[in-house]
């Protein structure tokens, strides 16, 4: 598992997307394996100092507001996740955007991991999720994965942040 590229099983995103969505935008795709109706490419520049919504400014006809993301992050040696997960916390409240749904590796141990905790609900994925390159699977990471749910926050009112118990399956049934 040596590429940034890997795209998300489609049974795994509609899982999520049932669960959390419907998503208005992937924030880290390529036109190729865009899960949702808008993306932002490597072009585009994701963690650049646009919100993500700004790069929608005008929105194709039909679109809604950016309400719900998407975001499976290129991570590796070279694509630490860190950058990603401080973006996406940042992308709430800047914006319309109420939800964040973010597919990442398990990383107790890594900074971004307690960075995260405090902001997200994380929902445990059980098994090896079949990643795909090019429309192939191409094979397993070699850590687990969490999905990390974070929300806006509204008066008089704060989600449960740190793992709350749920789990999705990684693998498909």
Not at 65 to 85: A, Y
Not at 98 to 119: N, S, T
Not at 139 to 165: D, E, H, L, Q
Request: aromatic fraction near 12%; include cysteine.
């Amino acid at each position: 598992m040596s590429s940034t590229e890997y795209e998300t099983p489609s049974y795994l995103y509609d899982r999520l997307s049932e669960a959390f969505g419907p998503f208005d935008l992937d924030a880290a795709a390529s036109k190729e394996n865009n899960k949702a109706g808008l993306c932002i490419t490597e072009e585009m520049d994701a963690l650049g100092t646009k919100t993500w919504a700004e790069h929608f400014v005008n929105p194709p006809e039909g679109t809604e507001i950016i309400r719900k993301v998407w975001l499976n992050p290129p991570w590796g040696p070279r694509d630490p996740v860190f950058p990603w997960v401080k973006k996406a916390v940042s992308e709430i409240g800047l914006s319309d955007i109420d939800l964040i749904c973010m597919l990442l590796p398990f990383g107790r141990w890594a900074k971004w991991h307690e960075f995260i905790i405090v902001h997200a609900e994380m929902v445990r994925v059980t098994g090896r999720i079949p990643f795909l390159l090019d429309g192939a699977v191409a094979g397993t990471p070699p850590a687990c994965n969490v999905v990390a749910v974070i929300r806006r926050n509204f008066s008089g009112y704060k989600w449960p942040t740190g793992f709350s118990g749920a789990t999705v399956s990684g693998v498909e049934q």
